[in-house]
């Protein structure tokens, strides 16, 4: 018995030891699982949002070359607004926004910048899925390089690995319309949703390309309805990737970052494989989103050099996509629904505007025909909520930035 019990502590001393390893080797990947899981509480949002380095692992994109010389007028925004008959503040809009951040260019000239709640100008915000439309900016690039032949090749042309998924065979263009027919829930506040395990994949340590190649169902051919499918995203980032030869971040550092004059280093957030979080991963200041805004304002020209296609940044910027699958709940205002391109989003009754969303309130809203930009973070954990009359906050949202680029329609730069 002796004999037996010295074996058995040494047994249990071994596992024990084993535990201990266990713990250690994936004690980063437990802290980083529960900052995710707190990332959007109340008491931590504002903060995480302006340090998500903290949180999920990162890349920096550092700048270079001529640095954007904004020019600088500051004014009041408009007092008030209406917004379906009701007269409105747009103070306290903001507030029930839970603004962070506000930069409106004029022409471009900066003629509102506002930060609240306790963040600055430096601060560098997460995009969420505002960080798409830098996704389709860059296969813009890609097809004018000729790295990427068509958007009618299939996906699994450039990557095989995605052969025997729900994307085996899909068309590139449906998969930048959101209309990849895949099975993807995108239920936010389900924590047993497609975007919430991948989320948790993506804290622990998982590939985002193994994620992306797991998914097998179908909901219906590609093509034949729009459904917002986050992943979709990241398969694009993975043909850009496999298309060029550069992971992602090398790619937005040498045709777009380094030329569109940035004013401070950005990063991307990314897997534990150093992959970027394409879908959403984009951390920058808030002058740096209204400059991508003004980019775009500008038929991608930044002063006499042509940095964007401008015949993408005409098609990626239009309604181009099917409708909406039967239930989607596709976002409307006044009842008729908003409209999808190549990763950017159009405003019902649109008059050339387009503009990019990420979730709790992140906007970059183009106006070209008022020469405005507006670039906004927020912390509303509400966003995914309506004002108890069927109008849901990006509906609010767009209409508060409508009545903004009205307010300034007859600025001009004092002399």
């Not at 900052?35 to 109340?42: C, E, H, I, P, Q």
């Not at 505002?130 to 860059?138: D, G, N």
């Not at 993975?238 to 992602?248: F, H, Q």
Request: aromatic share 10%; glycine share 10%; charged share 20%.
């Amino acid at each position: 018995m002796r004999k037996f019990l010295k074996w058995a502590g040494y047994a249990l001393a071994g596992i024990v030891l084993v535990g201990v390893v266990l713990i250690g080797l994936n004690f980063s990947n437990i802290q980083r699982l529960l900052r995710v899981n707190s990332l959007f509480d109340a008491d931590k949002i504002v903060h995480n949002f302006s340090n998500m380095k903290d949180i999920l692992a990162a890349d920096e994109l550092p700048i270079s070359g001529t640095v954007h010389d904004w020019s600088v007028s500051l004014t009041p925004l408009n007092e008030t607004y209406s917004d379906r008959g009701q007269e409105k503040s747009v103070s306290a809009m903001l507030e029930e926004l839970q603004t962070t951040a506000i930069v409106v260019v004029k022409d471009g000239v900066i003629v509102h910048e506002a930060y609240f709640k306790g963040t600055g100008a430096d601060d560098l915000r997460i995009s969420w899925s505002m960080s798409k439309s830098f996704v389709s900016a860059l296969t813009g690039l890609a097809l004018a390089n000729g790295d990427i032949e068509s958007l009618d090749d299939p996906v699994t042309k450039y990557v095989p690995g995605l052969k025997n998924s729900a994307y085996d065979g899909v068309p590139l263009r449906h998969v930048m319309n959101m209309a990849s027919g895949v099975t993807f829930d995108e239920n936010y506040l389900d924590k047993n949703s497609d975007i919430n395990k991948m989320g948790r994949a993506l804290a622990v340590g998982g590939s985002l390309d193994d994620f992306a190649a797991s998914i097998k169902g179908i909901n219906r051919p590609s093509g034949t309805a729009w459904q917002y499918v986050s992943i979709d995203t990241h398969v694009i980032s993975m043909v850009l990737r496999s298309a060029t030869g550069e992971t992602l971040q090398d790619y937005f550092v040498k045709n777009l970052w380094s030329k569109m004059g940035a004013g401070a280093d950005a990063y991307y957030s990314t897997d534990l494989q150093g992959n970027a979080f394409a879908l959403g991963g984009l951390n920058m200041r808030t002058r740096d989103y209204a400059l991508f805004g003004e980019l775009f304002r500008n038929q991608g020209r930044r002063g006499n050099v042509q940095i964007i296609p401008e015949d993408w940044v005409a098609i990626s910027t239009t309604n181009t996509a099917p409708l909406a699958a039967e239930g989607e709940g596709v976002p409307t205002q006044d009842g008729t629904p908003f409209g999808y391109g190549y990763q950017w989003w159009t405003p019902p009754h649109a008059d050339g505007e387009y503009f990019a969303v990420g979730v709790y309130g992140q906007y970059i809203y183009v106006n070209p025909k008022a020469g405005i930009t507006i670039a906004q973070n927020a912390a509303h954990r509400e966003f995914m909520s309506d004002d108890g009359h069927g109008e849901s906050y990006m509906a609010q949202n767009i209409t508060l930035m409508r009545a903004i680029a009205e307010h300034y329609s007859d600025w001009e730069m004092p002399e």
